[in-house]
DNA sequence: TTTTGAGTTGTTCGA
DNA sequence: GTCGAACAACTCAAA
């Protein structure tokens, strides 16, 4: 009987998981195996709420395995050794593991394919990185005809969904480290990890009469609301499927029951498609990690100031819907998307902070931190990056506050410090005349923080510190072009 | 090769 | 209070 071992890396679930399927389909005998990477874990790009999701995840897999007369096999190390001593061990002939697009993970496939039989399936996306491409062959920098051109590749059907395996018979003799326990998920982290809980949650979000995904629409930019799907920590971890989620998603679209309906699913499928649009962004263009997609505004004249960026990342700017979802990120290892982007624009652009700083906050404490789509969300905001939001677009922190939770029941759940402020006064607390804030209980400087930019003089600060990298970019070139005219009159004469 | 239409998510100003 | 235009060009994708 042949022996296998399936790999898992990002893709923690037994249910429509086509490297188990494949592996499965390979052998008589498949080891499940998760190796602990130090180099992974070590980053200063991972914080413990992801980590702990990660671990839970691990706990529910192996539970999930040993209901099928499995177990997972732990190791920690670097892959390559542990792959090659756990092959040695357990006889086995072959690798499968779902293809993974980061540039870490595909310098660490290709080494570990040099020396040892590793086959790889998709999964991490519906469309691989390199299939969606345009007619000359090189990759989309826009997401629209991205998008286009994404629907018209074979989508799948909803028989595509594979069930996850009845039996996966463990190796009895093959020594497994203890899964550990610690970081443990934090309570007030609400996502339990695990694919049953990722079923439950798409079938809530989909299922049903009138569904919230026909509502997602409407729903999705309000902070006061719970109209989103709540479900990207378990596509991030791959404890649902892309395949599975774009499946609902198109079935939702098909079953809409009038055009409202339909917009809203369609909707939540282009950000399924956003997230495979950052992925290709970073497996085409590795360089986004470090610097700026866009040439010209890759030396902004940042403020970098340490107290300005310790008072975000605290959430203590005085802008009350910056510092609730500040709070909420790092209470719940989450923030709503409307709000990543308007935290995102305070921080480039009121602050005038480097947008690395922030990308790497946010993936020290999202559950969901991905490397793709959590770069592709700052250099979009920041205007720096692919199909990238105008540089003269500066989210206004207080409109966006009425806009998007008029009445306040955001800010105040995660400010209880503004919790009895007035409507009216809820996204400026500093308007408040001095009797009211007496009366509610909040004195503005001393319970609340006072505002620690002026927002009108901030947004000019920030439009000129742009105009002066586009120049500054602008202007050597210039310079060359005229050096290679009059080289090129030389020649004439 | 050239041309044309289009581009996630906003704000401000003035009518 | 509501509406449309300006913001300032620029680059991409596709015909």
């Given amino acids: 009987m042949t022996t296998v071992v399936w790999w898992v890396r990002r893709d923690l679930r ?3 998981n086509q490297a188990l399927a494949a592996a499965l ?3 008589g005998r498949v080891v499940p195996l998760f190796i602990l990477d130090p180099t992974l874990l070590s980053s200063s790009y991972v914080g413990d709420k992801r980590l702990a999701f990660l671990l839970q995840g691990l706990h529910q897999l192996d539970a999930d395995l040993r209901a099928r007369g499995g177990r997972l096999v732990v190791r920690r190390g670097d892959p390559v050794d542990e792959l090659a001593r756990l092959l040695g061990e357990s006889g086995a002939e072959a690798i499968w593991a779902e293809e993974d697009f980061s540039p870490y993970a595909q310098r660490r496939d290709d080494r570990v394919a040099r020396t040892l039989p590793l086959h790889l399936t998709p999964g991490l996306t519906v469309h691989p990185p390199g299939a969606v491409l345009k007619a000359d062959g090189a990759p989309y920098t826009v997401f629209t005809p991205f998008s286009r051109k994404w629907k018209t590749l074979s989508l799948p059907q909803p028989g595509a969904v594979l069930p996850a395996p009845d039996r996966i018979p463990a190796l009895a003799d093959v020594h497994s480290l203890p899964i550990p326990t610690e970081p443990a998920l934090p309570s007030a982290v609400p996502f339990p990890a695990g694919q049953a809980e990722a079923q439950d949650r798409l079938r809530a979000f989909v299922g049903g009469d009138n569904p919230p995904i026909y509502c997602y629409g409407e729903m999705r930019n309000r902070l006061d609301m719970a109209g989103t799907s709540q479900l990207s920590p378990y596509l991030r971890f791959g404890m649902l499927s892309a395949r599975q989620a774009v499946v609902a998603a198109l079935s939702a679209t098909a079953a ?6 339909r917009k809203g699913a369609e909707t939540w499928l282009n950000e399924l498609i956003w997230r495979e649009f950052y992925v290709n962004i970073l497996y085409h263009f590795p360089d986004v990690r470090r610097q700026s997609f866009r040439a010209n505004l890759k030396d902004i004249a940042w403020e970098n100031e340490k107290a300005a960026f310790t008072a975000w990342c605290e959430g203590k700017t005085g802008y009350p819907v910056v510092d609730a979802a500040m709070r909420q990120l790092v209470q719940k290892g989450w923030m709503h998307n409307r709000a ?5 624009s305070f921080l480039v652009k009121d602050l005038l902070v480097d947008w690395r700083w922030g990308e790497r906050w946010f993936m020290q404490h999202l559950v969901d931190g991905d490397p793709a789509a959590n770069n592709g969300g700052w250099q979009w905001t920041a205007g720096t990056g692919t199909d990238a939001a105008p540089y003269f677009r500066v989210f206004n922190p207080i409109l966006q506050g009425k806009k998007f939770d008029p009445k306040g029941a955001y ?4 400010v209880p ?6 409507d009216k006064f809820i996204h400026q607390p500093w308007q408040m ?5 007496q009366k509610v209980g909040c004195i503005v400087g001393r319970d609340y923080p006072a505002t620690i930019v002026d927002h009108a003089w901030a947004r000019e600060r920030a439009l000129a510190a742009y105009a002066a990298a586009k120049k500054a970019f602008s202007l050597p070139s210039e310079m060359m072009l005229n050096t290679n005219q009059a080289l090129e009159e030389e020649v004439n004469e």
């Fill in 14 to 16: 037994l249910m429509d």
């Fill in 417 to 422: 410090a503004l919790r009895r402020v007035p």
């Fill in 340 to 344: 990543r982007m308007i935290v995102a």
């Fill in 256 to 261: 809409a029951p009038d055009a409202q309906a």
């Fill in 411 to 414: 800010v105040r759940h995660w």
């Fill in 433 to 437: 005349p001095l009797e009211v804030q």
């Fill in 25 to 27: 389909a390979s052998a």
